[in-house]
Structures are given as structure tokens and as C-alpha cells.
């Protein structure tokens, strides 16, 4: 029977190949893109970390009502990590950029300083030799945990490397372990030490520099915790209501703090794999619909030779399930493609952790029993349909009821294809004017990043020195054009976030909040953000001269709304020496933030308040790699045993910060385009089902005297009006999109009414020419044809 089916199927794609290949190609394009795009949140939101009990683990913020959420003070976690009965295996992380000497050169390195309890934490044991025991925080003996990729790229896979001492930051470590591959952490870190806190950090409650992971113990949940933590921190506000007045704990699954603000923007590209297959699955089942009626003869000659109504309909079926067969087929290399294109960057994590989507065995089964419910759901009831009228010897007309639910099918889907080519329009627009804000500057420069190390670099002169030898050295080599030095390069993320009064004002310290990066006097001009007013930060402004600052135009309205800030002076806390303003610049937008806090800066002179790292930017005189080796020997020189991180293009840096954006809406772009020639391809099919149905009609108008030109219009005129009809409904889905569409571009994109009108007419046109090809085949068909058909 099967291969009897199968038989038959390909006599009909030999004999008929065009709606056979059309459905197949409707059965890829829904089941692949619909897989690809699942696979993706499948990695990101539903797959397990890989950590052991991976739900039971969880992270601590501390939480402000104006700062909002950050990691914890030093002196606060030590204060109520051993005294906290939900939580078990606390640990705190602390970030460490280390220069790594290997083979006589020195190799910078992203690693972690970690609590006890960390690889128990996690669950995964190393490769080669151990973890950090607790041993290994009660002593003087400097051990390390390194990465796999580091050990293979750094150490040449060098398995005798246990036990052997490497050079970090100056100060010699014992390898103890090598982690496996494929290990993966939040920030990406390449090696781990002991974080041995010294007594400044013991006691300190200002500076959140802890992240803190921690596990739930067996039957108690995250809102147990949160309800511990609440207790303990009113008690810590109580002792310390200096630092801890205001500030509460927040505690959420890791995976809510990798994901991040993602939340909307997953939901916003979930829903686009339902509109895409409830779209497909309509028009598949139209196109259906539109089919099978032109096959009457045949049905009828095989229920004639004693073929029952059933048997004809699993016929069809089986005919469909090899069409859709074929579909997945496509399906699955589209799908793969998909994921090999966008990945899972579209939905970018709030922090850096990389994220797999693969199709593996379970996506292939998911797509199969997605293709089998397909086929189930489309193509079940048309087969049923047009097997039964052909059982009647005068066929019937379209029922009232079936017409209706054939326009109501058009509504729907043009409102859903109209509302995603809105979302991709407003994405558009969107994602031009958040790209036009990060391509100010020289798009010929780089950056080298360099993290001075504590244990070399504590006082603030010997850092300051550092870099001042550093510009001036670079500044007079020939391949350099022009260098300059700052904390924030935008539109990278930026680290510094401060609290500062400003004097004169009784407002409370903790309300006033901004972030802050520390500049060379030339790294306005090399970054390219312009002076709106007042003075940028120059050579005035050295260590002994009075402290100046320049704050961005967000920064004036937030805080100074009626008032010019120039001349104002602020102070920072814990620094009570005054700053005051010289100068307003213009607003650089901080990565995919919908806070309008996050264009709030405040650029200050690295001379005056020095940071131990900075990004050192460079616009070489001609190539790049000559400019690149002189800062390298220019930082060798200065100091031998200092890393310094990969030269990167600034126009790298900022394809980077727009790689989530433009992915996303080239998401939803793909998904759009989609949709509209699926809705196309289904408006054909039911104007040419409505010609089919409605011959006997046609045929008694045109010989009363009706024009082929009234069956024309007749047919594209009721199109034209279901579409306008879905169009308008689509539009006013608008509204309740926008939140969803904002996530994608950190809140620039909105939906135009203008714009929206534009694309409902372009809508309109291509409705109109795809019902207005079979419209014309049956106005030009003659009375006798038409009754001849019936």
C-alpha cells in the first residue's frame, strides 16, 4: 500500500510538479526557519547550563532604588555569607586582567580571583590535576587553576605543566590544574586564584566589587533567600548606615542574570516562529484547497472503481506527507544555516558567556513531529472536503460559512504579516539611528587594552607615570598618527559607576549616581565626541592643578534641567576634593540600554583621579600592524613582564556592540520577508480557489451580459478589501508590539504611523497583483469553458 502511494505521488509531481513543489518549498521554509530560530532559544533559555543541579544555582546582587542592581561590597558578603541558612557553597568573584609570562613574553589573560568553594560550586572537575582546595586559601603559596584554551595556546598542551610555576603579574604561581574543554563561565576567564582579601578589602562596603554565585540547599528556593537576605540586610543598615542605607539583596537563577534584560527580545522572536507557522499552515492548507478541486475527475473514477472516501483521503494525505517529507529535508539545511549565520549572539546575554545552538537528534525529531502535526492540521480537512464534493454529480457552490472562513483566514495573516513588516521597519530605523550614534570617529584607529597589576602598580603615581610615558613615547613615533588613552571606550561597556554630591545641594549622596571614565586631554578628538559647550578636558588639568571635569548633555538634563552646570562643582564619595565642570559633550549611548541613565557620563583627567587600566587608542599614519608593533615595544620597553591585551580595530569594537542588534533584526527582517510571501502565495491560492468554486457564477454573469473585466474587478476588489481589512488590524496590534520591538535596540526603536501607512500600501499593491493573475485566467475563460469546468 505505502509503496503503492508513493508511486502515485510521483506520477502526479511528474504529470503536475508545480503545487506539489510549492508546498514543499512552504514545508521547508516554516519548518526550517521555524527549527533554526527555535534551536536558538532552545541553547539560550531551555537547555541546561553545564554545572551540576544547574537550577539550584543561583546569584546575589546587591540593589539600590536609583543605582539599581550591582555586585556585592567585599565587606557585606564576608558580613552575611556564613550566617545565610538557604544558601550553601557562597562564592565571590572578582574580575583580574593578569599578564602572564610564557616563553619569555608576557600574554595578557582574563581571569577570576575566587572564594572557597568555587569548582565545588560548579561541579566540574579539572582535566589534569585539581581544583582550588581550601588548603589553598589559608597559606601563602600562590596556585592558579588555568583554562583549557589557555593551556593549549599558551603551554603547548604541555600535560607535565602541573606543578610547574608561571610567572602572573610579576609574582610566581603554581599550576594545580587544567579545567576541560568546552568549560565555560560567566566573563569568559581564561585562569583562577585564591582570593586572599586583603584587610582594606576585608572592610570595605563602598566599591561593589564582588559577583556572588551560590547554591540553593535541597527544598528551599530563591524567594526563601530573598526573604533571608532582607533580614540580614536591615540588620547590615542598622551597623552601617553610611554605605548601607538604601541597598537590599536581590537573588535570581543564573541563568535570569546571563539572560539578562533578553527576556523581551526572546519573547518578541519566540512569537515570530508562531506567526510564521500559523501563517504557513494556513496558506498550505489554502493552497490546498485551491488543488484538489481541479483532481475532481480523478477522484471521481476512483471512487467509481469501488475506492472509498477514506482510502482516497489517506492517498492525499500520503502525497502530502512526501511533499512535506521533501520540505524537511530543505528544512533541515535552511535550519542549519540559520544557526550558522546568527547563532545565539541575536539574543545576547547581559553578561559574556557563550551559548551553543546546534540541530542535533532532538531538533531533527522536534522537526518531524512538527511537520506530522503540519501535515495533520492543513492538509487532513481540504483532503476531506474535496474527496466529498466530488461524490456529487452537480458540485456545490462555496457555503456562506466556508467563505467567510476563507476571508477570515486572509484577515488573520495579512494583520500578522503587516504587524512583522512593521517590527522589521521600526527595527530598521531603529537599529540606523543607534548605528549612526556609534560611528562617530576615525574608523582607521585601534584599541590595545592595558591593566596595570596591583601588585606592581599601588600607588597612583607609579600607574600615572606608566601611562604618561606610554602616550608621550607612542606620540612621537612616526607610525602613530595621534594616540590617546580613556577607562570607556564607546560604545563598549563602561565600568566605572560613582556617587558624587553636588556642593551646595542638601540632596542625599546615595541619589546622585553616574558613570565615570577617566580621559587623556586628546581622546575626545580620537574617539570623535563633540564639545557642545564650555572646554574639553586639556593640559591644565595636571595631578597639583585644581580637579576639572566634563559631563555629557544626559548628564546636564538629569541633574541641572533649568541651569547651566558649567562652573558647578561636585564631589566624589570617599573623595571630598571638589570637581568642577568645564565642559558639556555630546551623548554616546552605553550597549543596548533602555535606561536613559546609561548616556549619563562623566569624563575626568586620568591625570587627577587615575585608573589602573585603560584602553589605549591609536590612528596609525599608514598600516595598522607597524603602529601596532610600535605600542607593543613602547609598553616592553617601559615594562618587560606587562601584558597587553589584542589590538582591535575601533570599527571592530563597534560592529561588536552592534552585532546583537543587527542580527535581531535581520532576524525578524528574514521572518518578515517571510511571512509576506507566504501570505502572497496563499492570496493566489484562494482567489484562484474562489475562480474554481465560483465558475458556475462567473459563467450565468458573463452570459447576462457581464464584461470579463467585471469578473476581474469583482474577484481583486473582494481580495483587496480582506487585505485592507487584515492591514488595518495588523496596525492596531501596533501599540502593544512597541514594548517588545523597543527591547531589540535598546529602546530607539518605535513603530511609525507614516511608515506603517507606507508598507500597508506596498502591501496593498503586491495583494493586488497576486489576485489579479487568476482573477484575469477566469474573467478570460468563456461561459461554455467555465460550465464545461463545472
Known amino acids: 500500500m505505502i509503496v503503492l502511494d508513493i508511486r502515485f505521488a510521483l506520477r502526479v509531481l511528474v504529470r503536475r510538479p508545480g503545487v506539489p513543489l510549492v508546498l514543499a518549498g512552504l514545508f521547508a521554509l516554516s519548518i526550517g526557519l521555524a527549527s533554526g530560530m527555535w534551536s536558538v532559544i532552545d541553547a539560550v533559555a531551555l537547555r541546561p547550563l553545564p554545572y551540576r543541579d544547574d537550577r539550584q544555582l543561583v546569584a546575589v546582587m546587591e540593589q539600590h532604588p536609583e543605582r539599581g542592581m550591582m555586585a556585592v561590597t567585599p565587606a557585606n558578603l564576608l558580613d552575611w555569607k556564613d550566617r545565610v541558612s538557604t544558601l550553601q557553597d557562597v562564592t565571590g568573584l572578582g574580575g583580574l586582567e593578569a599578564s602572564v609570562v610564557a616563553q619569555g613574553s608576557a600574554v595578557r589573560a582574563i581571569g577570576s580571583k575566587v572564594t572557597e568553594r568555587f569548582f565545588d560550586l560548579l561541579g566540574v572537575t579539572p582535566a589534569l590535576g585539581r581544583g582550588l582546595t581550601a588548603a589553598d586559601f589559608r597559606s601563602n603559596d600562590r596556585v592558579v587553576v588555568i583554562d583549557h584554551g589557555l593551556w593549549s595556546r599558551t603551554f603547548g598542551s604541555n600535560r607535565n605543566i602541573i606543578g610547574a610555576s608561571i610567572i602572573i603579574d610579576g609574582d610566581p604561581h603554581t599550576v594545580v590544574g587544567v579545567m576541560p574543554s568546552g568549560f565555560k563561565t560567566i566573563g569568559k576567564s581564561e585562569l583562577w586564584i585564591p582570593w586572599l582579601m586583603s584587610p582594606a578589602e576585608q572592610t570595605e562596603r563602598r566599591f561593589h566589587l564582588a559577583g556572588v554565585m551560590a547554591r540553593l540547599r535541597p527544598g528551599r528556593s530563591a524567594s526563601d533567600a530573598q526573604q533571608e537576605l532582607a533580614a540580614l540586610y536591615r540588620e547590615l543598615q542598622a551597623d552601617h548606615p553610611d554605605t548601607t542605607t538604601d541597598w537590599s539583596a536581590r537573588v535570581l537563577p543564573l541563568r535570569d542574570l546571563i539572560l539578562g534584560d533578553s527576556g523581551r527580545a526572546l519573547f518578541m522572536l519566540g512569537a515570530t516562529i508562531v506567526v510564521l507557522i500559523v501563517v504557513a499552515s494556513i496558506n498550505i492548507a489554502g493552497l490546498l484547497l485551491a488543488w484538489l478541486p481541479t483532481r475532481r475527475q480523478e477522484f471521481v473514477v476512483r471512487m467509481a472503481l469501488g475506492a472509498r472516501v477514506s482510502r482516497v483521503v489517506g492517498q492525499l494525505l500520503a502525497e502530502t506527507l512526501i511533499w512535506g517529507l521533501a520540505g524537511l529535508a530543505g528544512g533541515v539545511l535552511l535550519a542549519l544555516s540559520f544557526v550558522r549565520l546568527f547563532g545565539a549572539v541575536g539574543i545576547s546575554p547581559a553578561l559574556e558567556y557563550d551559548f551553543e545552538p546546534t540541530i542535533d ?18 492538509a487532513l480537512i481540504p483532503s476531506i472536503v474535496s474527496v466529498r464534493q466530488s461524490r456529487d454529480l452537480v458540485p456545490r457552490g462555496a457555503r456562506a460559512t466556508r467563505v467567510a472562513g476563507h476571508r477570515l483566514a486572509i484577515v488573520v495573516q495579512v494583520a500578522l504579516s503587516v504587524l512583522l513588516l512593521c517590527a522589521t521597519a521600526a527595527l530598521l530605523t531603529g537599529f540606523n539611528r543607534v548605528s549612526s550614534v556609534a560611528t562617530r570617529g576615525p574608523r582607521a584607529g585601534f584599541v590595545i587594552e592595558v591593566s596595570l597589576p596591583e601588585t606592581r602598580y599601588r600607588e597612583e603615581a607609579s600607574q600615572r607615570q606608566f601611562f604618561d610615558r606610554l602616550l608621550s613615547a607612542l606620540a612621537t613615533r612616526p607610525e602613530v598618527r595621534s594616540v590617546a588613552a580613556a577607562t570607556y571606550v564607546p560604545p563598549a561597556r563602561i565600568f566605572g559607576n560613582v556617587r558624587f554630591a553636588i556642593v551646595g545641594r542638601s540632596t542625599a549622596t546615595d541619589a546622585l549616581t553616574t558613570l565615570a571614565s577617566g580621559v587623556s586631554p586628546s581622546a575626545f578628538g580620537v574617539l570623535g565626541i563633540p564639545l557642545v559647550r564650555g572646554r574639553l578636558i586639556d593640559d591644565r588639568d595636571q595631578p597639583r592643578s585644581p580637579r576639572a571635569g566634563v559631563i555629557s548633555a544626559a548628564l546636564a538634563r538629569r541633574y541641572w534641567p533649568a ?42 583627567p586620568y591625570r587627577q583621579l587615575v585608573w589602573p587600566f585603560m584602553s589605549v587608542l591609536i590612528v596609525p599614519a599608514g598600516a595598522a600592524a607597524p603602529a601596532v608593533a610600535a605600542a607593543r615595544e613602547e609598553v616592553g620597553r617601559i615594562d618587560p613582564a606587562q601584558a597587553v591585551g589584542v589590538a582591535r580595530p575601533i570599527d571592530e569594537l563597534r560592529n561588536q556592540w552592534l552585532e546583537q542588534p543587527r542580527l535581531q533584526t535581520r532576524m525578524v527582517a528574514l521572518f518578515g520577508v517571510s511571512t509576506l510571501l507566504l501570505t502572497l502565495v496563499g492570496l493566489y491560492a484562494r482567489v484562484a480557489y474562489a475562480a474554481g468554486s465560483r465558475a458556475r457564477e462567473f459563467a450565468i454573469r458573463q452570459a447576462l451580459g457581464a464584461r470579463p473585466a467585471d469578473v476581474v474587478r469583482m474577484l481583486t476588489g473582494e481580495a483587496v478589501a480582506v487585505v485592507l481589512a487584515g492591514a488595518f488590524a495588523g496596525m492596531a496590534c501596533l501599540p502593544a508590539a512597541s514594548s517588545s520591538i523597543q527591547s531589540i535596540v535598546g529602546g530607539s526603536a518605535h513603530t511609525d504611523l507614516t511608515l506603517a501607512g507606507a508598507i500597508v500600501a506596498l502591501f496593498s499593491v503586491l495583494a493586488f497583483a497576486s489576485a489579479y493573475w487568476p482573477a484575469r485566467r477566469a474573467g478570460q475563460a468563456s461561459p461554455a469553458e467555465l460550465l464545461k469546468r463545472e
Do not use: F, K
Not at 361 to 378: E, F, P, W
Not at 567 to 582: E, W, Y
Open 361 to 378: 537528534a532532538r531538533s531533527l525529531l522536534a522537526m518531524t513531529l512538527l511537520l506530522l502535526v503540519n501535515i495533520g492540521v492543513t
Open 563 to 604: 541651569e547651566d552646570p558649567i562652573g558647578h562643582r561636585i564631589s566624589l564619595v570617599g573623595d571630598p576634593a571638589p570637581i568642577t565642570i568645564v565642559g558639556i559633550v555630546d551623548n554616546v549611548r552605553q550597549p543596548l540600554s533602555v535606561d536613559p541613565r546609561a548616556e549619563s557620563v562623566l569624563y575626568l
